[in-house]
């Protein structure tokens, strides 16, 4: 195969089937091909800095999400009354997705993303301090340096601390920055109590800023906002507008009550059949939805998604995986593809 000839154009499978589709072959022979152009939702662009072209940009995360009225009032309940929205679910319902979402349509900016797990503290959400590269750096500083005899200067103690996702979230702004602190409950079972005061107060102090003399009161630390700085004052951090603080779980175990008190509630259901198609065609078909109502190739999916669901768990985004590879020519049903592209999430008993 030549450079001319993507995707191995001019091979057929052992089986007869076209194989246009498949980039790697696995017979040890390098190969020069081109990648086709990836699923909506595994798309990654912009800058780092979530903006691109003086928009907002949330990369592959900024894609149509879709929710019922009902649900939407959840959410509308915790953005007025200022509280954590706690969303429950199966993996798949879009928990995550939610957060983005909401970024999107109210122009909030990038999502601020926390994710748990059983190492993490509440201290590196809110910042990090770096006290020995600034321990090694003053040292440096007190020694001669080049031919001159000149000593490096000292570049302060901001650029040693960097706050993090929770801590970004607090900065005061205009309006409120979406934080999602995804899977909450694979933490620590004290993590949830170490919140309480941080979201009641809205603020936190930064003991290594507090403590500095009179004239050095205000300064200037970097942010979880890739090259983005911000001035704290006297080592405290308080928000003018409380973040919009959306908080995923699985629901593998239960949060204390005085959390759950502070928190509005969401439980995300299983799409139904109806609600799938649609999602297709929000995903696949942005135009024109027709497509994911009484077609062939959606009807026999859809039925051994939703027989497989029954068994054990699936994800709606393995459903959308199998609807792109079947459009972009990929049999399923040989070989065992499907059953590796719909393998479930969970044993059953």
């Known amino acids: 195969m030549t ?14 089937q076209d194989a ?23 798309r990654f662009g912009g800058d780092g800095d979530g903006d691109v072209d003086g928009e907002t940009d949330t990369s592959h995360r900024n894609r149509p999400y879709l929710i019922g009225p009902q649900e939407a009032d959840v959410v509308n309940a915790a953005l007025l009354l200022r509280r954590p929205l706690l969303v429950t679910g199966h993996p798949g319902t879009g928990k995550s997705s939610l957060a983005y979402a909401v970024a999107h349509e109210l ?3 990038p999502v601020l993303h926390w994710p748990v797990n059983s190492r993490t503290t509440l201290q590196e959400a809110l910042y990090r301090y770096d006290a020995i590269g600034r321990l090694r750096e003053t040292n440096m500083s007190r020694e001669p340096h080049g031919g001159d005899g000149s000593t490096p200067q000292d570049p302060g103690i901001g650029s040693y601390l960097r706050l993090g996702p929770l801590g970004t979230a607090l900065v005061a702004s205009e309006s409120p920055r979406v934080l999602l602190v995804d899977e909450l409950d694979k933490g620590d079972v004290d993590l949830p109590n170490d919140l309480l005061n941080v979201f009641e ?13 009179e004239e050095q009161s205000s300064v200037r630390v970097m942010t979880a906002d890739s090259g983005k700085w911000t001035e704290v004052v006297r080592g405290r951090v308080r928000c003018s507008e409380f973040p919009v603080v959306i908080i995923t779980s699985n629901g593998e ?58 068994r054990g768990e699936l994800a709606t985004d393995q459903l959308l995986n199998a609807v792109f590879l079947r459009r972009g020519g990929v049999e399923l049903d040989a070989d065992g593809l499907l059953d590796a592209v719909l393998h479930r999430l969970a044993r059953t008993l």
Do not use: Y
């Open 3 to 16: 450079a001319h000839e993507p995707h191995g154009q001019h091979d057929t499978a052992d089986d007869g």
């Open 20 to 42: 246009d589709w498949r980039l790697f072959k696995g017979d040890g022979r390098a190969k020069t091909i081109t990648f086709p152009e990836a699923p909506p939702w595994r």
């Open 107 to 109: 122009s909030l900016g």
């Open 201 to 213: 107060e809205g603020e936190f102090e930064i003991p290594e800023l507090a403590r500095l003399p």
């Open 253 to 310: 175990r239960d949060f204390p009550p005085a959390f759950l008190r502070r928190c509005v509630r969401l439980d995300l259901p299983e799409p139904d059949e109806n609600r799938l198609r649609a999602i297709i065609s929000a995903h696949l078909d942005p135009k024109d939805g027709s497509e994911a109502h009484g077609t062939p190739e959606i009807d026999d999916l859809m039925r051994a998604f939703l027989a497989r669901r029954a």
